[in-house]
């Protein structure tokens, strides 16, 4: 089992004691998101999950202190780089496509010839 599987399935069974939609149970659909393929952060975030005092209802109480003390709002940005922070993993994201080499690469009209 990887890391990225290993920490979907920490994160599905603490979302089960959940409300459906609710506010834990979004972060750890984030969480989930984040992880898909970030193995290095994934093996940190098992690490934390096994823990009590760092599940995804930890980690959404950190996000709900950050929207109290801002008007009652956490945007998306906000709430991923607070995830990230909780967990420790903002330095391990991989690359977003659009910024992979090969995208960035310029094309020269001597590459068709």
């Known amino acids: 089992m990887t890391s990225v599987e290993k920490a979907v399935?920490?994160?599905t069974a603490q979302q089960t004691e959940q409300y459906a939609l609710g506010p834990v149970w979004c972060v750890g659909e984030q969480l989930k998101?984040?992880?898909?393929?970030?193995?290095?952060?994934a093996a940190l975030v098992v690490k934390d999950l096994?823990?009590?005092?760092?599940?995804?209802?930890?980690?959404e109480k950190k996000i709900h202190d950050?929207?109290?003390?801002?008007?009652?709002?956490?945007?998306?940005?906000?709430?991923?780089?607070?995830i990230r922070k909780f967990y420790g993993i903002e330095n391990t994201h991989?690359?977003?496509?659009?910024e992979s080499a090969a995208r960035r690469k310029?094309?020269?009209?001597?590459?068709f010839l």
Do not use: Y
């Open 106 to 111: 310029k094309i020269s009209v001597t590459d």
């Open 9 to 11: 399935e920490l994160i």
């Open 50 to 59: 096994e823990q009590d005092s760092m599940g995804i209802a930890e980690c």
């Open 66 to 82: 950050f929207a109290r003390d801002n008007g009652g709002f956490c945007g998306p940005k906000d709430a991923d780089r607070i």
């Open 94 to 98: 991989s690359p977003a496509p659009a």
């Open 33 to 41: 998101d984040m992880l898909q393929n970030d193995e290095d952060a």
